[in-house]
C-alpha cells in the first residue's frame, strides 16, 4: 500500500508541480498585498497632516468630480476609521477603479485599484493569466488548470502524509526532525517530507477553501456539508467596496476579466455641456456617515453608495469574519436610514461565505495567521523545488549505479 501511495505522490506531482509551485507562491505574495502596496506607494495612502476638521463629503465628491472625463462618474465613497488614512472614492469605469482623496484638504492622491503588478499576480493565482469577458461561451481554461492542479495538490499532500507516517511510532521523533548537519540531500529530503508535513494542515485548508472558486459542483458540495444552498455559478464574495484585503480583493470567483485601470486625463467633451458625475444621493452620504458613525460599534470603515452603506466590523468585533459587516438601507431622497440589517442576525449563507474567504486568506486571526499563512504558502512553493531535486538525484544515482554493475 505505502509503494502504491509513493507512486501517486511521485506521478502527480511531476506534471503538476510547476503549476502548484506558481499557485503558492502568487497565493504568499498576495497576503500581504495591501500592506506591500502600502509600503511602495505611502503618499498615496496617508495624508499629508491630520486636522481637526474634515472637508464636507459633497465638496470632496464635487473636487474629484472635476477632474473626471464625461464618460465616468463617482458611484460611491469609502471612509476609513484610521484618521491617517484617505477617503475612497468609486468610479463607475474602469471595473474596480478608484480615487484616493485626502479629506482635509480635498488632494486626488492617487488610484485605489490594483497595482500592474499584483494584477498579474492576482491573474496567475486564479487563472495562470488567462482571462475572459462577460458573456463568452466555453470553456475557461485557467481557472480549470488552477482548480486541478489545487485539487491533486490535496491529494498529493494527503499521500505525503501517509508516505511520512513511521512504520512504528517508536520512530515518531525521529520523523518530526530536520536534520541539518548530514549533507544538502538529506537537508532538502527533511525540508520537503518534516517541513512538508508541519505546512500540510495550512495548505490542505487553503487548498480546500480555494477550490470554491474553481468548480461549482465542488463549491455546492462544500457549501453543503455547512447546511448552504448554492447555486449553479454562485460563489464566495469578494470583499465589500473599497476594502482591499487578501487575495479576492479584485475579483468574485465568478469574474472572468481582469480589472482595468482608472481613468487619468482624458478629454472632457464641449464647455458647458459636461454629463452629471455622482447620483444625486451623494448629498445625502454625509448625513447618513455621521448617523451610523455615531452608533456605539467600532466598525473599521464605512462604504456609502446610492441607496446603501455597508459598515464593516473587522475580525475583532466578529471572532474572525474579516467580510463582516452591517447594511444600512437608507431613502435617496431625505438621506434618512429605512432598514438594518445587521450581521449577527445574518443567515447562515451569509456569513459563512464571508468565513470561507477569511479562512483561505488566513486573515481570521489577524496578523499572526497571516504571516502563518504566507510562511506556509512560500513553503508550498518550494515542495515542488525539492521535490524534483530529489527525483533528479535519484535517477542520477540509480542511472551511475547501472553503469557501475554493467562495468564490473
Not at 480635498?106 to 487563472?127: A, C, M, N, Q
Not at 467633451?269 to 454625509?286: A, L, M, N, S
Not at 445574518?346 to 479562512?359: L, Q, S, V
Request: positive net charge; proline residues 6%; contains cysteine.
Amino acid at each position: 500500500m505505502r509503494k502504491l501511495f509513493k507512486r501517486l505522490h511521485l506521478w502527480l506531482s511531476l506534471p503538476f508541480g510547476l503549476i502548484i509551485l506558481t499557485t503558492c507562491l502568487t497565493g504568499a505574495l498576495l497576503v500581504f498585498e495591501q500592506e506591500l502596496t502600502q509600503l511602495a506607494f505611502p503618499s498615496r495612502y496617508t495624508v499629508r497632516q491630520v486636522r481637526a476638521e474634515k472637508l464636507p463629503l459633497q465638496t470632496l465628491v464635487d473636487r474629484a468630480a472635476m477632474t473626471l472625463p464625461d464618460s465616468v462618474s463617482i458611484t460611491g465613497v469609502t471612509i476609513p476609521s484610521d484618521p491617517k488614512r484617505p477617503y475612497t472614492l468609486g468610479l463607475s469605469k474602469p471595473r474596480k477603479a478608484g480615487l484616493l482623496i485626502d479629506p482635509y484638504t480635498g488632494e486626488i492622491k492617487g488610484r485605489s485599484d490594483r497595482t500592474p503588478f499584483y494584477s498579474v499576480v492576482f491573474r496567475l493565482h486564479r487563472w495562470l493569466l488567462d482571462s475572459m469577458t462577460p458573456g463568452d461561451e466555453g470553456i475557461f481554461w485557467g481557472r480549470v488548470i488552477v482548480g486541478t492542479s489545487t485539487l491533486l495538490f490535496v491529494l498529493i499532500l494527503l499521500t505525503g502524509l501517509v508516505i511520512w507516517w513511521p512504520r512504528r511510532l517508536k520512530g515518531l521523533g525521529a520523523r518530526l526532525r530536520i536534520a541539518l548537519r548530514h549533507g544538502r540531500y538529506r537537508l532538502l529530503y527533511d525540508l520537503h517530507a518534516v517541513g512538508g508535513m508541519y505546512a500540510s494542515l495550512l495548505l490542505l485548508t487553503m487548498a480546500l477553501t480555494g477550490l470554491t472558486w474553481s468548480f461549482d459542483w465542488y463549491r455546492s458540495g462544500f457549501y453543503g456539508l455547512f447546511g448552504v444552498t448554492m447555486e449553479q455559478g454562485h460563489g464566495a464574495p469578494a470583499p465589500a467596496k473599497g476594502k482591499p484585503e487578501g487575495h479576492n480583493v479584485q475579483g468574485t470567483p465568478g469574474d472572468k476579466r481582469p480589472e482595468g485601470n482608472a481613468p487619468r486625463g482624458e478629454g472632457r467633451g464641449q464647455e458647458g455641456k459636461q454629463k452629471p458625475k455622482v447620483p444625486k444621493t451623494y448629498r445625502h452620504w454625509e448625513q447618513v456617515y455621521r448617523t451610523i458613525a455615531s452608533r456605539p460599534i467600532a466598525y473599521s470603515e464605512i462604504s456609502l453608495s446610492k441607496e446603501e452603506a455597508r459598515a464593516s466590523l473587522g475580525t475583532a468585533n466578529t471572532l474572525g469574519n474579516s467580510l463582516a459587516s452591517d447594511t444600512y438601507t437608507f431613502d435617496p431622497e431625505t438621506g434618512a436610514i429605512t432598514e438594518v440589517k445587521l450581521y449577527r442576525e445574518a443567515k447562515r449563507d451569509k456569513t459563512i461565505r464571508g468565513w470561507i474567504y477569511t479562512i483561505h486568506v488566513g486573515a481570521w486571526g489577524g496578523f499572526v495567521t497571516r504571516l502563518l499563512t504566507f510562511l506556509a504558502a512560500l513553503f508550498g512553493a518550494s515542495l515542488p523545488l525539492t521535490g524534483y531535486y530529489l527525483f533528479i538525484k535519484r535517477k542520477l544515482a540509480q542511472r551511475r549505479s547501472r553503469v557501475k554493475r554493467t562495468q564490473s
